[in-house]
């Protein structure tokens, strides 16, 4: 007789901590599932962003910006000064 409710609390035992085994399994698979998700989107923002830097160090949006933002103009010949230095003897 003993040994008859041995073997049932041993198969209770066992399935108790099969159930615990596939709970636990379900969530890490879902936890899984999300972080993988989440890397997705990070590879994803990651290359728009990338994208993005580089339009906005084109050459023709900082000409652009330096024109209409700060109001900058190209420089003409008349408006520029040369200096020379005298050698000494």
């Known amino acids: 007789m003993s040994r ?3 073997l049932a609390l041993a198969v209770l035992a066992s399935s108790l ?20 998700r ?5 590879s994803s923002d990651i290359q ?3 994208v993005l830097l580089i339009e906005l160090r084109a050459p023709t949006r900082l000409d652009r910006v330096a024109k209409e933002q700060i ?6 010949p008349a ?11």
């Open 48 to 50: 728009t962003l990338r």
């Open 17 to 36: 901590a099969l159930v615990n085994a596939r709970y636990h399994e379900r969530r890490l698979f879902a936890q899984q599932q999300q972080l993988e």
């Open 38 to 42: 989440a890397s997705l989107k990070l």
């Open 71 to 76: 109001g900058m103009v190209p420089i003409r």
């Open 79 to 89: 408006e520029t000064l040369s200096f020379r230095l005298e050698e000494r003897p």
């Open 4 to 6: 008859t409710w041995f």
